[in-house]
């Protein structure tokens, strides 16, 4: 029996939008998935999960609502957004045919300003939330998502605590078997996820095109890493958010074990996809110098991936 939250699109079924969308579809929410290149396939082969943190088990997503274009979905409750920040511009055309009066939506995407951009395409009054996960997941082939460390999804909404509204979503979340957290404040979750995504996303494509353990494993990179996070922490204090230096030691903590990993801009980059340049580096770049924070590691790593965006 699943969390009743009604009738749920979910919109860039990659690694992340595919992982978060099965879990909620198999445990009954009637979850509509937006396949766009990978349509055919899916269709064809079906969709599947592999849990490594279960030995590597592998789950056939039964049953899957799989969809081509949004005209065929139609209004929904809910529209989880997690394609990648790339794609915002577009964003506001693909998602129409699925909001209505009352639906709801949920950005699981990088960086900062999603929210923002949802609100100013269809209006602030409507329940509009983010989810920041805390996680490695990658996509390995068009119809296979894994999960290497399931982590945990940090929720919260613009300008307010979570209202009733957004409570339900959670739930489900939560009742779908993921790890969550509320927070108080959506700036902080943002400014905390970057100490993360701007290091290691980023050196792992300004360095050649590397998987976390090399940055880690070479001094000067690893050095760099600890200088961006610090930038980072600097950045959300101007704003009033304490970051405490044990989360910062906490990230490398977390990426030691993961291997050589592969951060998913640095997929985006190996495929010769555009990457989220603007959302995840130079906004928070933008909005540090706006409190004339000192960012000239982020701002130097920011100038060595603008050729990517």
Known sequence: MSKAIGRVALVGAGAVG???????????????????????????????????SEGGRKELVDPLHAHANTRTIGECDWVIVA??????????RIISPLIGDHTKL????????????????????????????????????????ESLLPGYVQFGQLGQSLNSESESIVQAFEFAGVSVKRAKS???????KLCWNIPFNGLSIAAGGITTDLILARPELRDRAQALMLEVQAGAKNYGIEIEDSFLRRQFELTEPMGPYKPSSLIDFLAGKPIEVHAIWGEALRRGKRRGVNMKELEKLYGELGKFA
């Not at 929410?29 to 999960?49: C, N």
């Not at 394609?83 to 506001?92: D, G, R, V």
């Not at 923002?116 to 998502?145: M, Y």
């Not at 959506?186 to 905390?192: A, C, G």
């Open 83 to 92: 394609s990648k920040t790339t794609a915002n511009l577009e964003l506001s």
């Open 186 to 192: 959506l700036d902080e979750v943002l400014w905390r």
């Open 18 to 52: 595919g992982y978060y969308g099965s879990l909620l579809s198999l445990t009954g929410v009637e979850v509509h998935f937006l396949f766009r290149s990978s349509y055919h396939i899916v269709k064809k082969e079906g969709l599947y999960l592999i849990h490594h």
């Open 106 to 145: 949920l950005t699981l995407q990088n960086g900062m300003g999603n929210v923002e951009n949802l609100a100013r395409s269809f209006g602030n009054q409507r329940t509009i939330l983010a989810g920041l996960c805390f996680t490695c997941i990658n996509r390995t082939a068009p119809n296979i998502v």
